[in-house]
């Protein structure tokens, strides 16, 4: 039953039933509101198939809240928003004093139409074949989803419908104006909602900027690199670790001589001796994953001291870690690939750019994409327009995926109602640290885009890089813990 309430206190348009009911959220303490919203899958087709796209509302502790809300757009592509939620409490609970906060889940995501893989043994350095076989079998079962009529509808997922999907749940709310946080891939999706709903953004913090035009499957190779030369070049500015590394560089050219290699190990999970082969690929997924993280790249060097000389349980815990993160940040790889081959395949230049074993994502997603179906991608998308309200970009200086070479252009884009803060010794993801989320939430209240853009953010610069793990007593390898 749905509760008629006014609209937010301050928005310009009429009056609108509140479309939301009380509800749980798993992981939060406090009651929240949970909606959906009626959306054709095909807005070109009409009568045809509809999805429901769900949304939960934090709402904000004041009598007086602003009418502005804040809305979340989650990474991946893939992540649910909604299942994040109690993760991302703490980066917006200052900001819940004065306003709402709306988690969305993207068509394809979370509870909207999800086009989640169905669960499956995952290997611990899996092989490209397994990959692939394994991608058909989902691709199989998404194509019995209900929700999807004809293999062509799983093109239908694309950032352009799904933040058409976003500015209905914002009218459905009753705001005028809404704020725009977006991480990783939801800094794509905040700027393609920016260009076709500009007017009714307040604010826009992108975390991580993946612009549209990123080619992701391409510049994943080089943005590593870079992120994997400076992790090398840090274990030599620090003493211990140049002590206890002191071929760091060699090794690292070495283990490439000694893969694919079938290795026996206690699996990290389990403890169990498990025989795994270990190929090029497994460990540029396993070093790759990790440099996401600087606390986790700490431990590189000595994962990779070890390989090198034949013992690979360090890399087989990175790659367990990577592949076993919370529930909360499991991606619906239907999603994922609906975004990826409709906006990022199409630019992938014919070969590979950049050398083995980095050739390898674009090898994975030109077999994924080659018949997956494609959505339609408007002519403009991968157009950025100036900007009219005051926008924040934040990057990692280490991060290995959006460092801040794509924040720089698309802060230019933007013109000059965007500021682009690097937090130099951080990783993918800035917002989780406590700083940043001062600078958020001071951004986000500002009463003015000057005041926004004036906002003091020289914390970003005492953020300290973790110092390189050595461990202290050499184990036994092969043994299970």
């Given amino acids: 039953m749905l509760l008629a309430l006014p609209a937010l206190s301050g928005a310009s348009e009429a009056p609108v039933a509140d479309p939301t009911v009380a509800c749980r959220v798993a992981g939060l303490k406090t009651e929240a509101r949970c909606g959906h919203i009626a959306r054709a899958l095909n807005p070109a087709r009409a009568g045809g198939a509809q999805i429901n796209v769900h949304f939960v509302v934090l709402r904000s502790v004041s009598r007086n809240r602003k009418p502005d809300p804040v809305f979340l757009l989650a990474g991946g592509p893939g992540q649910s928003a909604i299942n994040l939620a109690s993760a ?3 980066l917006f609970e200052r900001l819940l004093l004065q306003r709402d906060l709306v988690l969305v889940d993207q068509r394809g995501t979370g509870q909207s139409a999800p086009l989640m893989c169905p669960n499956a043994p995952v290997a611990l350095f899996p092989s490209a074949n397994a990959q692939a076989q394994e991608l058909a079998r989902c691709r199989a079962a998404l194509e019995r989803l209900p929700y999807i009529a004809a293999p062509a509808d799983l093109g239908l997922f694309t950032t352009t419908l799904a933040m058409q ?14 704020n725009l946080v977006g991480a990783s891939y939801g800094t794509r999706a905040a700027l393609e909602y920016m260009r076709q709903f500009g007017a009714h953004v307040r604010r826009s913090v992108l975390d991580g900027v993946a612009p549209p035009d990123m080619v992701l499957p391409t510049t994943i190779g080089p943005d590593s690199q870079a992120a994997l030369d400076a992790l090398w070049a840090s274990c030599t500015a620090q003493s211990h670790c140049q002590k206890a590394f002191p071929t760091l560089s060699a090794d690292w050219q070495a283990l490439w001589k000694i ?24 460990v540029m997924g396993a070093v790759g994953g990790a440099l996401y993280t600087p606390a986790l790249a700490a431990t590189l060097p000595q994962a990779v001291h070890d390989a090198a000389r034949g013992h690979f349980e360090g890399l087989a815990g990175l790659a367990s870690a990577v592949q076993h993160g919370a529930p909360s940040m499991r991606l619906a790889m239907g999603m994922h690939l609906g975004v990826v081959c409709a906006e990022d395949y199409p630019l992938m230049p014919a070969v590979a750019t950049v050398s083995a074993p980095h050739t390898d994502s674009q090898a994975h997603y030109r077999a994924a994409c080659r018949d997956w179906p494609q ?25 290995p995926v959006t460092p801040p070479r794509h924040a720089q252009r698309v802060q230019q ?44 953010a020289s914390c970003a610069q005492s953020i300290p890089r973790p110092l390189a793990f050595v461990r202290p007593v050499e184990p036994t390898f092969g043994s299970a813990p």
């Avoid at 190990?265 to 090029?280: D, E, F, I, W």
């Avoid at 940043?436 to 885009?449: C, G, P, Y």
Wanted: charged residues 15%; aromatic residues 4%.
């Fill in 88 to 90: 991302v409490f703490p």
């Fill in 165 to 178: 999907d976003l500015d209905a749940v914002r009218q459905a709310l009753g705001a005028e104006q809404i």
């Fill in 259 to 282: 893969v694919p290699k079938a290795v026996t190990l206690a699996h990290p999970m389990t403890g169990q001796a498990t025989t795994v082969r270990v190929t090029p690929e497994a």
């Fill in 375 to 399: 959505g339609a991608v408007p002519a403009d998308f991968y157009q950025i327009p100036a900007t009219q309200h005051a926008s924040l970009l934040l990057s990692g200086g280490l991060d």
């Fill in 413 to 456: 884009a933007l013109g000059p109602l965007a500021r682009h803060v690097v937090v130099p010794q951080a990783g993918h993801g800035v917002l989780s640290h406590a700083c940043m989320r001062k600078v958020l939430t001071a951004f986000i209240q500002a009463s003015d885009n000057d005041k926004a853009l004036a906002i003091d």
